[in-house]
């Protein structure tokens, strides 16, 4: 399967969209969180610098190469030192919290960083079963309820109700926009029916984006957030001056994603000359489906690969991502694809 050879939705998708980031604030072998954090930041600014519109990031548990467990609190860190890019969850793991903390947590962000707090939703639990059950208690209830919880939440954040007897303090009357984060049909109709953004998560399970966007756009129920729909959807970008370059850093996420299978995850690798080396031909053929949605080359392939999915998808927003070891490798990694957005948006003028 590729992602980038689909048919499209319409020949006039436009290609000035925006492009944000999202960031698993990796942990890198012989590194440390602390050091993920700074990097995360700096990434941010970086990327506030180059005209990103977000900087998202994700909620996993007992993984011990993604540093962003305590989301809210990472988003802080990260709102607190940019100026102008949106900060937000892609996502927040509802069915592992309470919608009024939740509320509670994200009133807070959206009171000290006015304006800049977006709220990405999931119902997996951003981790392994064991682990789920450590935070969750009773797996199957909790993942039941997520709509429920969606809207409680979304309560929670609105208008205070007469003789409202439950509110978020702070969090009521902020109104954080929230998005519903998905990689099957079942987030596209939830987005949908609620007239909620949704971002589909192709940058790691790619096999139903298109049939999730024709559904969430066939579907779409205008809301006092959203008059009509706004499809995001992922791609993992590694750019770099040559294509042998990318490729290489490219291994990292290719050996991340083979240890996440055998039950071994941990930090973020450096990258290899030679994958064959270390996977089967299954579990490369597997990693290949994954991972089809990465824009892995030199400018003019990055350039081709986004233009096409752009337009294969007619998506509205593009979330960029890329577990790269080099931190400044990945620092002009995105600034590549900044400059790739620029000549996609003169292209279409």
Request: with cysteine; charged share 15%.
């Amino acid at each position: 399967m590729s992602c980038f050879q689909t048919q499209p939705f319409h020949s006039g998708s436009s290609l000035m969209i925006p492009f944000s980031v999202l960031d698993l604030a990796p942990i890198k072998q012989g590194s440390d969180a602390a050091q993920a954090f700074r990097n995360s930041l700096d990434l941010a600014r970086h990327a506030e610098a180059l005209g990103f519109k977000r900087f998202w990031l994700a909620e996993h548990h007992n993984m011990t190469g993604i540093a962003s467990a305590a989301t809210s609190v990472v988003i802080g860190h990260v709102a607190g030192g940019t100026k102008t890019i949106r900060v937000g969850s892609g996502g927040v793991m509802l069915p592992n919290h309470s919608p009024l903390v939740i509320a509670e947590q994200f009133g807070t962000l959206e009171s000290l960083y006015p304006g800049r707090i977006d709220l990405g939703l999931g119902r997996a639990p951003g981790t392994d079963q064991l682990t789920a059950r450590a935070m969750r208690r009773d797996l199957a209830t909790a993942a039941e309820n997520f709509p429920h919880d969606v809207l409680e939440l979304q309560a929670l954040l609105g208008d205070v109700q007469p003789n409202q007897a439950i509110r978020a303090v702070p969090g009521m009357g902020t109104n954080v926009p929230l998005w519903i984060l998905g990689s099957s049909m079942f987030g596209a109709q939830l987005a949908a029916m609620l007239g909620l953004p949704f971002a589909f998560a192709s940058h790691f399970a790619p096999q139903m984006m298109m049939p999730a966007l024709r559904e969430y756009r066939a579907r779409f129920e205008p809301s006092a957030q959203l008059d009509k729909p706004y499809a995001m959807v992922g791609v993992n970008v590694f750019a770099a001056d040559s294509d042998v370059e990318a490729q290489r850093m490219f291994t990292s996420l290719q050996q991340q994603f083979i240890n996440l299978r055998r039950g071994t995850p941990g930090p973020l690798p450096p990258p290899v000359d030679d994958m064959d080396a270390l996977w089967s031909p299954a579990e490369k053929a597997g990693v290949a489906q994954s991972l089809a949605c990465s824009a892995v080359g030199s400018p003019a392939v990055v350039e081709d690969k986004l233009k096409a999915l752009i337009a294969d998808t007619a998506a509205d927003e593009l979330m960029t991502t890329g577990q790269i070891y080099d931190h400044a490798a990945r620092l002009r990694s995105f600034e590549i694809a900044a400059e790739v957005r620029d000549r996609l948006a003169r292209a279409a003028a």
